[in-house]
């Protein structure tokens, strides 16, 4: 069974920094992307970032040159570094692993609040 477990959301200053972890266990196979999503209140559930190698990356224009997408292919595991942090961030983050069958897991989600 894929699991796939969320880290390092919380609460932050505006312009401040968070670092989201997804880490992905069981049996997947390859993977081909790694991204992260986020639901604010009200919201329907957008896209942020995906990596597809250490070079491939793609951004929502809201978030590029802000936040940083990578992952560790040895320990299966994909990051979004997040800096100056806005209170238009605040959100539900989701991280979404494609594998290389094409079926697409999701984690359960992890607060990010941006407020003083």
């Known amino acids: 069974q894929v699991q796939l477990v969320e880290s390092g959301g919380g609460l932050v200053q505006p312009g401040g920094s968070l670092r989201l972890s997804c880490a992905v266990s069981g049996s997947i196979g390859s993977i081909n992307a790694m991204g992260w999503y986020r639901q604010a209140p009200g919201k329907q559930r957008e896209f942020v970032a995906t990596i597809f190698s250490a070079t491939a990356t793609n951004y929502a224009g809201s978030v590029r040159g802000r936040f940083t997408i990578s992952r560790d292919n040895a320990k299966n595991t994909v990051y979004l570094q997040m800096n100056s942090l806005k209170p238009e961030d605040t959100a539900v983050y989701y991280c979404?692993?494609?594998?290389?069958?094409?079926?697409?897991?999701w984690g359960q989600g992890t607060q990010v609040t941006v407020s003083s």
């Open positions: 979404q692993i494609l594998s290389g069958r094409g079926d697409a897991y």
